[in-house]
Nanobody
């Protein structure tokens, strides 16, 4: 079993910055792709950014040039640096990871509990 724990959300004014972190814990696993999703009230959950184990990244068009995803494989941690935040970035942000088990060789998908990001105008 793997747990993803997010941190770093909060309230910030428009134009400000926040850095989200997501740490994976457990035993006998390797993390493949990691990503950040968000869900605003009344809207569907959407992909914000993803990163492969090799460091290749992809971003939603709405955050390109403002957000940066990165990871520390030694710490099993993924980060999301969010700059030039806008009120429309307000949402619950969720960490997501594809995790390969070293015990049963299955690839499973895990979600974090979510962290609230609120951007005031």
């Amino acid at each position: 079993q793997v747990q993803l724990v997010e941190s770093g959300g909060g309230l910030v004014q428009a134009g400000g910055s926040l850095r989200l972190s997501c740490a994976a814990s457990g035993s006998s696993f390797k993390i493949n792709r990691m990503g950040w999703y968000r869900q605003a009230p009344g809207k569907q959950r959407e992909l914000v950014a993803g990163i492969t184990s090799g460091g290749s990244t992809n971003y939603a068009d709405s955050v390109k040039g403002r957000f940066t995803i990165s990871r520390d494989n030694a710490k099993n941690t993924v980060y999301l640096q969010m700059n030039s935040l806008k009120p429309e970035d307000t949402a619950v942000y969720y960490c997501n990871a594809d995790v390969y088990s070293d015990t049963d060789y299955f690839l499973r998908n895990y979600w974090g509990q979510g962290t609230q990001v609120t951007v005031s105008s």
